[in-house]
């Protein structure tokens, strides 16, 4: 971006302004419903991508289905985006012959 900075009347002077992009927390990864998942693969993905227990992994799994979305990890952008790689990848849910998929997850700042 540029800027002008005028030191003397009628001349003008480019100066050169940079903006950091904001790329620092808390990033959150958000889990989004669907009905192609069981409670059971969320739980199990959960504790295997963010190393939840089993009781947050069922919290989790509740939140998601009443509330349609759960946050399931926030920090900084590097992690939020390996948790969001591990579960858009993680694959379908084997109990249902309707999932050909992940869960979609997103990132938000």
Known sequence: MLATNSSQPGVLE????????T?????KVVLWD???HTYDYVIEML????QMSIE????HAIEVDTLKRTIV???????AEFIHERIISYG????????KG????????
């Open 47 to 50: 504790m295997d991508v963010c």
């Open 73 to 79: 990890f926030t920090g900084e952008l590097e992690h």
């Open 92 to 99: 379908p849910d084997p109990r249902m012959t309707s999932s």
């Open 23 to 27: 790329f620092s927390g808390p990033w």
């Open 56 to 59: 947050k992994a069922f919290q």
């Open 102 to 109: 992940s869960m979609t997850a997103t990132l938000e700042n």
């Open 34 to 36: 669907d009905d192609h």
């Open 14 to 21: 480019e100066t050169e302004v940079f903006v950091k992009p």
